[in-house]
């Protein structure tokens, strides 16, 4: 899985220019951000890896329409929304959990 390390990733997949969101996903991961990022009317492109062997696992490049869009600024300014309106953390991102409260840190 990619970090968020705030880089802002743009090209081009066939003649749509975007900004990636990750690549190299497998199908459940692309799945995920395809339906989150749609729910917050994005314009999501997934585009299937070449793949080196036929025993290897089909991954994705998941990609926006939208040119400024950086995951990094969006989950941090809590800007995205989960199907029930919460708002998507850094661990709801990465599928780490479904919790959506916004500590990023535990008090003791």
Not at 33 to 60: A, M, R, S, T, Y
Not at 68 to 90: A, C, M, S, Y
Request: hydrophobic share 30%; proline share 3%.
């Amino acid at each position: 899985m990619a970090s968020l390390d705030g880089k802002h990733s743009f090209g081009s997949i066939g003649e749509t220019r975007v900004t990636f969101v990750e690549k190299g996903v497998d199908e459940s991961r692309s799945n995920f951000l395809k339906k989150l990022l749609e729910h917050n009317g994005f314009e999501v492109i997934l585009d299937e890896e070449k793949k080196k062997n036929e025993e290897d696992p089909q991954l994705f490049t998941v990609a926006v329409t939208d040119m400024v869009f950086n995951p990094t600024i969006w989950i941090f300014e809590r800007k995205l929304k989960t199907q029930d309106g919460h708002r998507v953390t850094q661990d709801y991102w990465f599928q780490r959990t479904n919790a959506t409260k916004p500590q990023y840190w535990k008090n003791s």
